[in-house]
């Protein structure tokens, strides 16, 4: 299993960014997959989660300013990050759970700041 994240980087607090992860060595459609982010000094925290049905459930505090979605035919993991604010400020990881065992992809830092 291979999960890599991309697409980070500094912006401004009011601004947007795209967060990308690419899949491999699992059958991508059919399983749940998720954001979590990690902020210096802090535990590692949910994000957001996607179904294989593409439900979704969002950390109360994106809600309404990010959007998890897929693409299973480029196996490709999204989250479109609008609305940033400088508590958004964290290295962001894609994560699989599968087997009984948590599989995370090497992270992408994203840093809001003016």
């Known amino acids: 299993v291979q999960l890599q994240a991309s697409g980070g980087g500094l912006v401004q607090p009011g601004g947007s960014l795209r967060l990308s992860c690419s899949a491999s060595?699992?059958?991508?459609?059919?399983?749940?997959v998720d954001w979590y982010r990690q902020a210096p000094g802090s535990e590692r925290e949910l994000v957001a989660t996607?179904?294989?049905?593409?439900?979704?459930n969002y950390a109360d505090s994106v809600r309404g300013r990010f959007t998890i979605s897929r693409d299973n035919i480029r196996r490709t993991l999204f989250l479109q990050m609008n609305s940033l604010e400088p508590a958004d400020t964290a290295v962001y990881y894609c994560?699989?759970?599968?087997?009984?065992?948590?599989?995370w992809g090497r992270g992408t830092q994203v840093t809001v700041s003016s």
């Open positions: 994560h699989l759970r599968l087997r009984g065992r948590d599989y």
């Open positions: 060595g699992f059958h991508f459609g059919i399983n749940t």
């Open positions: 996607i179904t294989s049905s593409s439900s979704t």
